[in-house]
C-alpha cells in the first residue's frame, strides 16, 4: 500500500519569502501526485497535478511542484508568498485512473504581513 | 458550473443514534468517494463507487459504516450506533474517468 509524508507540519513565514513544502511517496510502481489546499473555512481545491511528461508542473496561484522519481518526492515550492497563502496543504498519491486517494498528514502555513 | 455538494453541513447527534449523510457528485461524474477528516487520523479514505462495479470498501473502520449510491448519482453514508470517536468532518469527492477529484464542502459530525 502507499503513504504519504509531509515532514513540515506548521511553517511559519512571512510574505514574500520563498516557500517550499517537502512531500515524500512510498510506492513502487507509477503514481499520479496531486497537491490539495484547504483555506481557513473553505473546501479542499485541487493546486496542482502530475501524471507524466514535464515533472516540472506549475499549479493555480504561482505554486510550482517538482516530482523527483529517484528521491519519491514532490515538493512543492512558491519563489514569494502571500498573506492569502495561509492554508493547510495536503500532497496525495494514487495509482490509477479513479482511484482512491492517500492522503499525507498536511502541512499548515501561517504567513505573517 | 454546480460543484459537490453535500447535506447536512453540521450534524450532532447522541452517541448510539444513526445517522445519514448526502452527497451530490458533479452531474456526470461516475467515480464517488468518501473520505474522513479528523484531528488524530488527518484524511482518510472510506469507500469509491466507480460506475456499476462493486464499491470499494477498504476503508471503512467498522461494519457500523455502510454507503450506497442510488442511481450512478447521488451518495448516503450511513453511521449506525454513532460513538464519540466518529465525530469528523466527512467529505465526498467525484470524478469523471480522469484523475482529479473535486470535493464538497464536507458534513461536519459531532457526537455528544
Known amino acids: 500500500a502507499q503513504s504519504v509524508s509531509q515532514h513540515n507540519h506548521h511553517v511559519i513565514l512571512s510574505e514574500a519569502a520563498s516557500l517550499e513544502l517537502g512531500c515524500n511517496y512510498s510506492?513502487?510502481?507509477?503514481?499520479?501526485l496531486f497537491w490539495y489546499v484547504q483555506y481557513p473555512g473553505q473546501h479542499l481545491q485541487l493546486l496542482l497535478k502530475?501524471?507524466?511528461?514535464?515533472?516540472l508542473v506549475k499549479g493555480i496561484k504561482g505554486f510550482e511542484a517538482e516530482f523527483i522519481k529517484s528521491k519519491f518526492s514532490f515538493n512543492l515550492r512558491k519563489p514569494s508568498v502571500q498573506w492569502s497563502d495561509t492554508a493547510e496543504y495536503f500532497c496525495?498519491?494514487?495509482?490509477?485512473?479513479?482511484?482512491?486517494?492517500?492522503f499525507g498528514t498536511g502541512t499548515r502555513l501561517q504567513v505573517t504581513l | 458550473g454546480a460543484g459537490v455538494s453535500q447535506s447536512p453541513s453540521n450534524k450532532v447527534t447522541e452517541k448510539g443514534k444513526d445517522v445519514e449523510l448526502r452527497c451530490d457528485p458533479i452531474s456526470g461524474h461516475t467515480a464517488l468517494y468518501w473520505y474522513r477528516q479528523s484531528l488524530g487520523q488527518g484524511l482518510e479514505f472510506l469507500i469509491y463507487?466507480?460506475?456499476?462495479?462493486?464499491?470499494?470498501k477498504s476503508g471503512l473502520p467498522s461494519d457500523r459504516f455502510s454507503a450506497e449510491r442510488t442511481g450512478g448519482s447521488v451518495s448516503t453514508l450511513t453511521i449506525q450506533r454513532t460513538q464519540q470517536e466518529d465525530s469528523a468532518v466527512y467529505l465526498c469527492?467525484?470524478?469523471?474517468?480522469?484523475?482529479?477529484?473535486?470535493f464538497g464542502p464536507g458534513t461536519r459530525l459531532t457526537v455528544l
Open positions: 502530475y501524471f507524466s511528461g514535464d515533472p
Open positions: 469527492a467525484s470524478s469523471a474517468y480522469s484523475y482529479e477529484q473535486f
Open positions: 510506492y513502487g510502481g507509477t503514481v499520479n
Open positions: 463507487f466507480q460506475g456499476n462495479s462493486a464499491p470499494d
Open positions: 496525495a498519491v494514487n495509482t490509477g485512473t479513479a482511484s482512491k486517494l492517500t
